[in-house]
């Protein structure tokens, strides 16, 4: 005797029926970058279809976003200038600063997060503050905690280092406690590898290392134990979310932070593995729509409940497409 599996398969509604992940346009994040001047909206050239805005022009995407029902974006800004401490990243009038302020004038509902880190900022193209041609956790995670702390003076929802130094989840904490801003929530970017997968991100926010690389602070590819004390470290010190970076290949690491862990889990569906599908499809290799959705609904079975990802504007109007 053998079990008819098949019978659950028959049609489309038993199908439905039986699903067990279903992907929701409140799972998705979209991934925003904002540059210095005025009246630009220029397609950026490794990431199709996605644009670098400035601030006077970030009302069409604040319409884009709302058509499609993307309720969350996470910023990026490419600065005006770089010095050797980042100078730019913690100013009043910094881009993120104020771009924060626009798009809560635009749509006080819209859900900012903002990246925080050195890298688009500092003239080396590193994560933190150098000495020695090393960047110096200690004396970088001071910074990050005031980047962290302008931002949310500005407006910002929730904040996300990416850094990778230690401690600056702690540092940050308690520099948004001290100010006032208690309900600033924080997404750790807490297994963040040392990945080639963020190639095209690095073209897009001018953000790569002007010498070296970055595995003397992000995660060796190959260790997955030490991504759980990364996550356990950064709940400790006060990690409201917790995120995996990149996702595609690092499910078994959503998996286990999942299952280890009761805290919301993020991934982040990055640079590279957008590329690559997009040039495949373009190539006409495969079918974008088809490979997006199961791409994304196999990151949130995988135990990912937030996504940031380029194609959260296609995937939200794809299911608004499908309920309709
Ligand atoms: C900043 C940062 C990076 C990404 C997000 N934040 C680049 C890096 O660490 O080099 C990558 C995102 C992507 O590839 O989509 N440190």
């Not at 050239?45 to 670098?52: G, M, V």
């Not at 009302?59 to 996470?74: D, F, N, R, S, Y």
């Not at 280092?161 to 520099?175: L, Q, T, W």
């Not at 889990?265 to 640079?271: L, P």
């Amino acid at each position: 005797m053998f079990t008819r599996h098949r019978r659950l398969r028959k049609n489309q509604v038993v199908r439905d029926m039986v699903r067990e992940t279903v992907l929701n346009k409140q799972d998705f994040i979209y991934p925003l970058f904002v540059v210095e001047g005025e009246n630009i909206k220029k397609e950026i050239p490794s990431l199709e279809n996605n644009y670098h805005y400035s601030v006077d022009r970030l009302h069409e995407i604040v319409e884009e976003l709302k058509e499609a029902g993307v309720k969350a974006v996470i910023l990026f800004g490419i600065p005006g200038y770089k010095d050797e401490v980042g100078t730019s990243a913690f100013e009043e009038n910094g881009i993120i600063q104020k771009a924060i302020r626009k798009l809560k004038e635009l749509n006080p509902e819209l859900f900012i997060i903002t990246d925080v880190c050195m890298c688009e900022y500092t003239s080396h193209g590193h994560c933190g503050i150098l000495h020695d041609h090393e960047v110096d956790n200690d004396e970088t995670i001071k910074y990050i905690a005031k980047i962290a702390l302008s931002h949310a003076r500005a407006g910002a929802d929730m904040v996300a280092p990416s850094d990778m130094m230690d401690g600056r989840v702690e540092a940050i904490r308690n520099s948004l406690d001290k100010n006032g801003f208690k309900n600033v929530s924080i997404m750790a970017y807490s297994a963040k590898y040392c990945s080639a997968f963020y190639g095209p991100f690095r073209e897009a926010a001018d953000s790569s290392p002007k010498f070296g690389n970055r595995k003397g602070y992000q995660m060796d590819p190959a260790n997955i134990r030490e991504a759980m004390l990364e996550i356990e470290d950064d709940i400790k010190e006060g990690a409201d979310v917790i995120m995996v970076k990149p996702a595609l290949p690092y499910l078994d690491v959503i998996r286990w932070a999942r299952d280890r862990f009761d805290l919301p889990v993020a991934a982040y569906n990055v640079s590279g593995e957008f590329a690559m599908v997009k040039a495949a499809s373009k190539a006409g290799l495969i079918d974008e729509k088809a490979i997006v959705k199961e791409m994304l609904t196999c990151i949130k079975r995988a135990g990912a409940g937030m996504i940031i990802t380029y194609y959260a504007m296609d995937i939200c109007r794809w299911i608004k497409e499908e309920n309709n």
